[in-house]
């Protein structure tokens, strides 16, 4: 099994976090287009004595692919 580089996910997820918080902050500009993938309404399991919700949603902003592109640079440099 190939190792994982946890630094660079680490990284990639800040990346997404810090441009989803720019796309907010930029709210009717170009950096907030994007696409959301995901499931609209959650999925329930019900099974008696315990009831399980499963969702997720990701929304892919030009901001969020610029702070990926930006954390695979710091990665390059620390690396």
Do not use: C, H
């Not at 287009?33 to 008696?48: A, K, R």
Request: hydrophobic share 55%; no cysteine.
């Amino acid at each position: 099994m190939k190792r994982v580089n946890w630094v660079l996910v680490l990284l990639v997820l800040v990346g997404f976090v810090i441009g989803r918080f720019i796309g907010t902050y930029f709210d009717g500009s170009f950096l907030n287009y994007g696409q959301t993938f995901g499931l609209s309404s959650p999925i329930e399991l019900d099974l008696g004595f315990i009831i399980l919700t499963f969702g997720l949603q990701i929304k892919i902003t030009i901001a969020s692919v610029i702070g990926v592109i930006i954390s695979l640079v710091v990665y390059k440099f620390i690396r």
